[in-house]
């Protein structure tokens, strides 16, 4: 959903979180994650290592803005758009690959 139009107090499906979409909610699925509660405590990057190794794919990184995005929202910071978060994902992966 777009960040702009979330209403935490209505967010009770996956598909109601900012940034999901149905293709977002299934990858969320694969995960075991089913409901946006699921999602508070979680880490990003993890959730992302686990997706690209039960897919069997390397997914584009962008996938790690958006989880980082639905993440935050869940942990009590405001709905941003997924691209909010692009320049933090490259920072720490460049520091993670020092």
């Known amino acids: 959903m777009n960040p702009s139009r979330v209403v935490r107090e209505r967010v009770t499906q ?22 946006p509660a699921q999602l508070a405590g979680r880490c990003p990057y993890e959730m992302y290592d686990a997706l690209c190794e039960k897919t069997g794919v390397r997914h584009d990184p962008c996938v790690m803005d958006v989880f980082i995005s639905v993440t935050r929202f869940m942990n009590g910071e405001d709905a941003r758009p997924w691209w909010d978060y692009t320049a933090e994902r490259k920072q720490k992966l460049q520091n ?3």
Do not use: F, K, Q, V
């Open 14 to 35: 996956l598909t109601d979180l900012p940034n999901i979409g149905p293709a977002s909610a299934a990858d969320l699925r694969l995960l075991g994650i089913h409901a």
């Open 96 to 98: 993670a690959a020092r």
